[in-house]
């Protein structure tokens, strides 16, 4: 059962309906807000994740400036990774490079000792710093900056939900193969069919990973967690079914053993795999931009809430258009209980801050078709 004191995006994330739609949006703190350069300047992307201050300040940076329904904790899918001793960097316009790469069982015991509380604990102090500020500011003593017009907007619109999240280990051990991102996986598919017996045990230690890694998440002070399994759209329904689904369902499952919080399921590129989303059943799915309204009310039931899903990249048009769009994916998914305004994929990070305006604009001021 939901608490009374439960925030508008849990309850929607619970399938209820609420007075109005909750909205936040994937990488919703990043390089297209001016404030976060100017935190980021001279530290890099792994300094900054690790950094508590500043972490928990680029997390609050959303919301001091546009009120939004969920606050997610700054980080990466990669954390746990690196906090089980995996040695990785970032590079600008490259991504992820991972120094160790998985090739041979002999590899597989580079991921035995993780234990979230000693390897990664700046984790825990960002939840429970920004599990702090948002009690504050639900109690009126926050130190929150915000302008009048900014502060009355969050006393209409109530606590905003602090959000937890993990990559999939699918997505954890393409990363693992492959050193890095990749665009066609080549690497990956020639692991996941040449040798499947190591995948699957691959994918049962990141499961396992994952689990101690989103119920540390929630002791901290998480109210909802999102696991991104950002590449399991490159696989075929088959596929997926064999090689990524048991993984994010048993993590599904072994956090609901703890803990009773929503969890979502996104998987990019995933249109073509919602009957295997749907049979995780995680409390929520996040659709990419690729799913229409129709299409996913007629598949996904009622008990499942849905997230999603403007193209990111219509925030590059014109603001009209913008408008639009928004008003596109309200007009279809808005009468469903349980639905929350999000984009299909992450923010990219030249969108025009005006447009994001927009779109937060025409959320808040929908009625209703």
């Known amino acids: ?27 919703q703190a990043g390089r297209y807000l001016p404030e976060y350069n100017e935190i980021r300047r001279g530290l890099s992307f ?28 700054f980080s990466d899918i990669l954390t746990p990774l690196a906090g089980a001793g ?47 500020a948002l009690d504050q500011l639900a109690n009126g003593s926050s130190e929150v900056r915000s302008t009048p017009v900014q502060a009355e907007l969050f006393a209409k619109r109530g606590r ?21 991102t990749s665009k066609k996986f080549e690497k990956t598919k020639a692991f996941v069919f040449g040798k499947s017996e190591l995948f699957l045990r691959l994918s049962d230690r990141l499961a396992d990973l994952t689990i101690d890694y989103l119920c540390f998440q929630l002791e901290s002070g ?10 399991g759209g490159v696989l075929a329904p088959h596929a997926y079914r064999e090689f990524s689904a048991p993984f994010t369902q048993r993590i599904i499952a072994g956090v609901r053993k703890r803990f009773d919080r929503p969890i979502i399921l996104f998987t990019g ?11 995780q059943r995680p409390d929520a799915i996040s659709l990419d931009w690729r799913v ?5 009310l007629r598949v996904v039931p009622d008990y499942i809430a849905l997230q999603g899903n403007l193209d990111p990249l219509i925030l590059y048009g014109a603001a009209k258009r913008t408008a639009e769009e928004t008003r596109h994916i309200l007009t279809g998914f808005g009468e469903r209980p349980g639905y929350v305004f999000n984009l299909g994929h992450g923010i990219h990070p030249q969108t025009p801050i005006e447009n994001v305006e927009t779109m937060l604009a025409e959320v808040r001021s929908f009625r209703g078709p």
């Open 160 to 180: 905003p939900a602090l959000l937890g999240f993990a990559g999939a280990p699918f997505t954890l051990a393409s990363y693992l193969i492959e050193g890095g």
């Open 86 to 132: 995996i040695p990785l960097h970032f590079e600008e316009k490259r991504g992820p490079i991972l120094e160790r790469t998985i090739e041979t069982e002999s590899d597989l015991s580079l991921l035995d000792r993780f234990d979230p509380k000693r390897d990664v604990p700046f984790v825990g102090a960002i939840l429970n710093r920004l599990r702090t």
């Open 269 to 279: 590129n995933g249109a073509h795999l919602l009957p295997e989303m749907i049979a």
């Open 46 to 73: 792994t300094e900054l994740c690790a950094d508590v201050d500043r972490a928990v300040r680029v997390s609050l940076q959303p919301y001091e400036r546009f009120g939004t329904d969920g606050v997610i904790m």
């Open 1 to 27: 059962m939901t608490s009374p004191q439960a925030s508008l995006l849990e309850r929607a994330l619970r399938g209820e309906k609420t007075a109005r739609i909750p909205v936040w949006y994937m990488r």
């Open 292 to 296: 229409s309204a129709a299409e996913a």
């Open 222 to 231: 998480a109210d909802a967690v999102q696991i991104f399994d950002s590449w």
